[in-house]
């Protein structure tokens, strides 16, 4: 599943006209900057569901999830103006509600331990077809975080591997490894048979 | 079996022999915000508004937070900051914070005010409900601050009465240590400082921050205020170096007394919400001056 960019106005996510806002992020940064009250709520209304669902499945908790993006967006109409437009406004944001994700995640686990291997579904001859959403969500929680974030940037929101890269602040090719061995684990926790 | 031990990261990658990215990407999407988390993200940010704008009425270096307890600056005293009040720092717009009105981050300081405008734009249908909610909250967080500044003033003036029976240093230490309540965690808790042999540079600010947050070493001491002391290395001055950054409510601070391509430097660490940045500045960052060397960089 690729999500759409909704961070240009004139893509086609089927945007009513009264929503039309022919600005770019770049252009409502500058504005909200500049003090014009519109800007963030605009900037807000883009991208609130990519980060509300980059928050629940980083999260895996919608309580948890809300605490997060919570956190995020005042701490992104805070500091706006430190975003100096080197990566997409979406990027930055990105970096900024998986970050608070972190810290909401290490407050409820300090140690983020992994789950117990009979926390994980039991190995089976199973199809991909037939395993169930909760098995993934916990298969994936089960994961160690930068494998779990990996494969939620890029895997469940369609990132690319660069944009993922430069949310998480590390090198491309350990995103690829990152991907490479999650998805490894993951198969063997749902007992996916193939490679 | 499958393992872990993948063979190149990049072929594995781009192999996915188990078809795990596709599955993945089948999941159902968790859909849009809710709007109740809408409404608490669109509270909090009027709240923070709200408290800005009690500054500003003031202009004291008073605010009061949500619970309408009312601080000052460093969260600690009442009259740390009143001298100089208003003084510009950098200007440059590169950092902003709460206290976007002073310091470093004056980016919304010559543009209007956010939050009366706010519910004219952020929900169409609502709009008017949603200004009129802030409009009430601010004329009570105004309310709460007056009724809070009659009482510092009161408060204060019968301490410096009663001190003044005894001798006038008494006096000064009886309002300097004169503090508020507040459910703001006070900065000293927020706050690591130690002085480390690292050298940092621009390659390596963002790697080693991540070390001093990770494996903070021994605190620091900080030393007596003195003419001759450097700013960053009294409590005082580091209050107001962070001041000057707009870091000064920043969840965590980190602060490394050491060097930045061989100079005497500070290395400064913030945490906010979702945010981790670090500066470098020179050790003479003032409230009025921070002396930004390098950053703010963008860590995780």
């Not at chain 1, 106005?9 to 003090?35: F, N």
């Not at chain 1, 926390?119 to 994961?143: F, G, K, Q």
């Not at chain 2, 089948?26 to 988390?37: K, L």
Request: contains cysteine; hydrophobic residues 45%; negative net charge.
């Amino acid at each position: 599943m690729t999500a759409p960019d909704l961070s240009r106005p004139d893509s086609a996510t089927g945007w009513s006209a009264t929503h039309e806002d022919p600005r770019d992020d770049a252009q409502l940064v500058a504005d909200h900057c500049a003090g014009d009250p519109t800007a963030f709520s605009e900037i807000f209304r883009r991208h609130k569901d990519r980060m509300w669902a980059v928050a629940v499945r980083t999260c895996g908790d919608p309580e948890l999830a809300a605490d997060a993006v919570q956190d995020a967006f005042l701490a992104a109409y805070r500091r706006l103006a430190s975003f100096r437009g080197e990566s997409a406004l979406s990027t930055w944001l990105h970096r900024v509600v998986v970050n608070a994700c972190l810290d909401r995640l290490r407050r409820v686990r300090p140690s983020a331990p992994l789950a117990a291997d009979d926390d994980l579904p039991a190995e089976r001859d199973e199809h991909a077809s037939t395993i169930t959403r909760l098995d993934v969500r916990r298969a994936l929680a089960a994961l160690p975080e930068g494998q779990r974030l990996a494969l939620v940037l890029v895997d469940m929101h369609g990132l690319s591997v660069a944009e993922t890269a430069a949310v998480l602040g590390v090198a491309e090719g350990t995103i690829k490894s990152r991907c490479a061995r999650g998805r490894a684990a993951l198969a063997h926790a749902l007992g996916v048979t193939g490679g | 079996m499958v393992t872990n031990d993948a063979g190149d990261p990049a072929v594995e990658f781009e192999r996915d022999p188990w078809g795990i990215g596709p599955l993945l990407a089948a999941q159902p999407d968790p859909g849009p915000m809710p709007e109740r988390v809408e409404e608490r993200i669109w509270d909090a940010i009027g709240e923070f508004d709200a408290s800005q704008d009690v500054v500003d009425i003031f202009g004291v270096g008073a605010r009061v937070e949500s619970d309408g307890g009312l601080v000052d600056e460093l969260g600690l005293k009442s009259t740390e900051f009143a001298d100089d009040q208003g003084q510009s720092g950098s200007g440059d717009g590169a950092v902003t914070g709460r206290h976007t009105s002073r310091g470093a981050g004056r980016a919304h300081a010559s543009g209007p005010r956010v939050v009366s405008l706010r519910g004219s734009t952020r929900r169409s249908g609502r709009a008017d409900g949603a200004a009129a909610v802030f409009l009430r909250r601010r004329a009570l967080a105004a309310l709460i601050a007056a009724a809070a500044v009659v009482l510092l003033v009161l408060g204060g003036s019968a301490l410096i009465r009663s001190a003044l029976g005894s001798d006038s240093g008494a006096a000064s230490k009886a309002v300097s240590t004169l503090s508020f309540t507040t459910a703001e965690v006070p900065l000293t808790a927020r706050l690591h400082v130690e002085a480390s042999a690292r050298n940092y540079t621009h390659a390596n600010l963002a790697t080693l921050a991540q070390e001093l947050l990770e494996a903070p070493g021994t605190a620091y001491s900080a030393a007596p205020d003195s003419p001759d002391a450097l700013p960053v290395t009294t409590a005082t001055g580091l209050g107001g170096c962070l001041f000057a950054l707009g870091e000064i409510d920043a969840d965590r601070i980190a602060v490394d007394l050491a060097t930045y391509d061989g100079a005497p430097a500070a290395i400064v660490v913030v945490i906010d919400g979702g945010l981790k940045q670090v500066y470098a500045v020179q050790r003479t960052c003032t409230k009025g001056n921070p002396h930004v060397v390098d950053g703010p960089l963008p860590m995780t």
